[in-house]
């Protein structure tokens, strides 16, 4: 069973910062990508960031510049700093593990959410 635990959501003002840790438990055979993905009010779920196994990193373009994504030394945890925020930046945003449960069963995991809420 693998569990995704999202936390660090919250109020904040425009412009002001956030930092997200979704912490990764239970047994995978290899974790191919982490990442998070947020959902707002009316709107399909979107990328924001995501890391490979192999350090390689992708951002939505609304964030771009904005946020980081990166992980814990033991690869068990899995951070985003938001920087700048901005009203749309509104939402529930989700920790996501893609990889091999065992070596022939892929999986895709979700976390609960955090919600994050800018507002002026």
């Known amino acids: 069973q693998v569990q995704l635990v999202e936390s660090g959501g919250g109020l904040v003002q425009p412009g002001g910062s956030l930092r997200l840790s979704c912490t990764i438990s239970?047994?995978?055979?290899?974790?191919?990508?982490t990442g998070w993905y947020r959902q707002a009010p009316g709107k399909e779920r979107e990328l924001v960031a995501a890391v490979t196994s192999g350090g390689s990193t992708d951002y939505g373009a609304s964030v771009k510049g904005r946020f980081t994504i990166s992980r814990g030394d033991t690869g068990n945890t899995v951070y985003l700093q938001m920087n700048s925020l901005k009203p749309e930046d509104t939402a529930v945003y989700y920790c996501?593990?893609?990889?091999?449960?065992?070596?022939?069963?892929?999986?895709?995991?979700w976390g609960e959410g955090t919600l994050v809420t800018v507002f002026s």
């Open positions: 996501n593990v893609r990889g091999y449960l065992t070596a022939a069963t892929w999986g895709d995991y």
């Open positions: 239970g047994s995978i055979f290899r974790i191919v990508s």
